[in-house]
């Protein structure tokens, strides 16, 4: 859906009777959240989540439909106008389904309690949405559902979602509590509801899907008496006011000749968790309030970047990028700071905050270090979570959502985020995240003890060998820096070494990476191009991919092909090689190609800047305004792959700015090619100004650089120096130059 027909739109239901004053609520300050366009990502693979929210909440309410499919994993997709209900809690960006969990749904008459069918509408609840009436901007929603004729607007604060409901038809209307559906591979285990008030329903909802162990309390409160609540129970008869099974439904029977207001408060806890939320996050009923006061989070939040650009074009492709870094990780505490442990008990952070929803092989590589530039304030708690969940599950989280750890994706992710949370001076008890780190290295699970064995993952022991030894060879390489900046030379000189199995895996003869069984041999057949998903030496990606996945050792990726100009000849072929894959289940994943390099996931996003590293920092300039102009864009399709929980969108913030952290945990950024004359972060120390002279599609190559007003000679910008503010000033021209002192 394109600006105009969302500023169109959203201008006519105001007039229709809306209510919504959110576009006058910031008259006094910059109005960035009018270049949000939720849509962009909703079409495509780019699995995004629509529906209001606020940053890092727990609530994400939005619409789900009906399929449950691989790019419905957020629950909504641009192709498809159907609505089961809207479920207080979301996904963003991923490529496995969860949550959607606690749904409501108005309705008028009769009705089928189930999921349904598209070609019968009779079989379920779901109702078309008339997508002409839909609005969404950050922190509220909105849309008309042609089914029951009942106009929907829904907004939320961290812990709440807030939903008005106008029915059109005044007689036999409800509101249904779904707590059967969820997302995709989510099913329930357990559920409970009551009426606990003329006005208040309570329960729970227990489920098993990605993350195996999931609980929601909730408690939700209706803005004018429930006439009658009729439960189903395992698709029995219906029983009023209360009900525990496996599969509940629950119909609050509503007057309807005024608008309908439902507050649904929910907690990882307890059900009196979820009155507390309630209580201090949204007492009243000020509907109109509660979208302007998620509005001014959104402002203060994308305010920590101001830039300027001739065309808003560009400026809804950045804030819209800059959204999505901050829909996840959710706060998964409640407000008395009770949270749902790695260990399956109940704790309370003792003044720190627990997120979840943690993508970790994504965000290592752009979004977290994103969020330590402009969230410094939340580093203290993202890092306690973190090293928390290691003592409560023996480990760094991998993927970890509502207290469970998925593992999913390969490596041990979470360690390097912690790794560069250590070296950026963010973490207080350096001893205990240094044991966390190297304990969670020297497992033996998911593959490590063969790693261990054999000194790299033999392919004939473990499928995705070689993407496997890479990303734990990366992480070992992260553990080495932290033990260097704690002066544990024994253990820097060992990870280090081990963060070198990767060399096991190099062809002199052919220049890539491949499989090597326990004998020594190549794995045979070889094709670069090819690719079985999940199903051969590499995960989401192939051999041209994964030959670069060596961001933490740059120089050992150097002796691995004899030179420099070896590699960069390597990897200008990477770039100009036939844009195919061959196989007959190729990966859906390796998208967004120019060549062989995949933008569309995560192993090829340090890559463009490894020409940076390697002295050539003109090249670095060309690919990455090439990526950013052509790869990200103002449409529903706007991402090249999956969001990946703000990874994508984080890439190109970075980017953007002019400098990305291609080594991971390094604590440094390297120089690419800024797109913007002028940007300034709003930092504790101060404003970070970049400034770009003389910057056009042209003059995307970097000729000086001053720092402070000095002129600045390195290739890259330690943390430390963008955390103390100042002003970074770039003279950009036509010409392709090295300017730095050579390492």
Known sequence: MKKQLF?????SLLLAGYGCSSPQANDAVQDLTQYVDPYIGSGGHGHVFVGANVPYGLVQLGPSSIPQEWDWTSGYHISDSTVIGFPHMHLSGTGIGDLHDITLMPVVGEVTYARGVESDQTSGLWSYSDRSKEVVKPGYYATHLLRYDVDVELTATKRVGFHKYTFNQKENAAVVFDLQNGGCWDSPTKAYINKVGEKTIEGYRYSSGWATDQRVFFVAEFSEPITS?????????????????KIIYARANVDAQKPVYVKVALSPTSIENAK?????????????????????AWEKALGKINMEASSDKTKKIFYTALYHTMVAPSEFCDVNGDYYGADH??????GYKS???????????????????????????????FVNIYKQQGKLPVWHLMGCETDCMVGNPGVIIVADGLNKG???????????LKNSVMLDDRGQDIRKQYGFIPYDKMKESVANDMEYAIADGAVALAAKKLGKTEDYEYFFKRSRSYMNFFDKELGFMRGRGTKGEFHEPFNPFASTHRDDDYCEGNAWQYTFLTPHDFEGLVECFGSKENLVKKMDELFVAEAKLDGAHTSPDISGLIGQYAHGNEPSHHTIYMYALAGEPWKCADKVREVLS??????????????????????????ALGFYQAEPASARYWFGSPLFDEVALTLPAGEFKVVAENNSAENRYIQRVWLNGEE???????????????????EMGAEPALWYDGE
């Open 355 to 385: 997120y979840t929803t943690m993508s970790c092989w994504d965000t290592y590589r752009s979004a977290h270090p994103l969020m330590s530039i402009i969230h410094p304030e939340m580093m203290k708690d993202m890092m306690w979570a």
């Open 712 to 730: 600045y000679r390195k290739p890259y910008l330690e943390h430390s120096l963008v955390m103390q503010g100042g002003e970074l000033r770039f």
């Open 229 to 245: 609540l009729d439960v189903i129970v395992d698709r029995g008869e219906a029983v009023a006011d209360k009900g525990e099974g």
């Open 276 to 296: 507390l939320n309630m209580q201090t996050e949204l007492p009243g009923w000020d509907f109109e309030g509660t979208i302007a006061q998620a509005d001014q």
């Open 345 to 350: 008990q109940m704790h309370n952070g003792e």
């Open 630 to 655: 052509t790869l990200y864009f103002d449409g529903e399709a706007g991402l090249s792959g999956n969001e990946d929980v703000g990874q994508m969108s984080a890439w190109y913030v970075m980017s």
């Open 426 to 436: 963010y973490i207080e008890d350096t001893e205990t995240a240094f044991e966390a």
């Open 7 to 11: 500023v169109t739109t959203f201008c």
